[in-house]
């Protein structure tokens, strides 16, 4: 099991604490176990590269853009006028699409249809991640040391790979294995 404290967690994101950050670091490290993250250094140095970069260093739990792009993309689920915008990204790892704020909520056991903005709050952001993580087998990418092909199941391309690669290398380091 891999230890890892808010402090060390802050340094690698070189971010300060704020009542925001506590919440979302101490909703990671409560819940990492329940879906093995915590596992070995590589699972947890992954996840942690892959919301650093999604969620801009945990600066942001919601898509800056507007969502418009996503309007009537039928992949998504978005089927309805307005749903690229009611459904852009959110979580630390971008959910996005009426489809996917579906699924995601049978899995979290929460209406996030009617609810979207959950997603933003700190708990649901974590939740929402490791429903992420767990539907796509993220943990056998990490085990594998394949932070390209994770980061592809992420973003859909290898948008800010190298970015995701750097946290990867710090967090690998401030755990004790590089």
């Known amino acids: 099991m891999v230890r890892i404290d808010k402090e060390r967690i802050l340094g ?3 971010i300060k604490d704020s009542g925001r950050t506590s919440s979302l670091i101490e909703w990671m490290l409560r819940l990492w176990p329940q879906a093995g993250i915590d596992a070995n ?4 140095a992954s996840y942690l590269a892959q919301v650093g970069h999604e969620s801009g260093r945990l600066r942001y739990l919601e898509e800056i853009a507007s969502g418009k792009a996503y309007e009537g993309r039928t992949d998504l689920g978005n ?8 459904y852009k990204g959110r979580g630390l790892i971008m959910v996005t699409g009426r489809y996917n704020y ?3 909520g049978e899995w979290l056991g929460i209406d996030l249809e009617s609810q979207p903005q959950l997603l933003s709050e700190p708990e649901w952001a974590v939740k929402s991640s490791l429903w992420f993580w767990d539907v796509h087998d993220l943990n056998a990418y990490a ?6 092909g994770q980061t592809k199941v992420i973003n859909g391309g ?5 970015d995701r690669q750097q946290l990867y290398v710090r967090a690998l380091r401030i755990l ?3």
């Open 12 to 14: 690698l994101y070189g």
């Open 41 to 44: 250094a590589f699972r947890t």
């Open 79 to 86: 089927v309805h006028r307005g749903d690229g915008v009611r």
């Open 102 to 104: 579906r699924r995601c």
């Open 143 to 148: 085990d594998n040391d394949d932070l390209r």
């Open 158 to 162: 290898y948008n800010g790979y190298e």
């Open 176 to 178: 004790g294995q590089w």
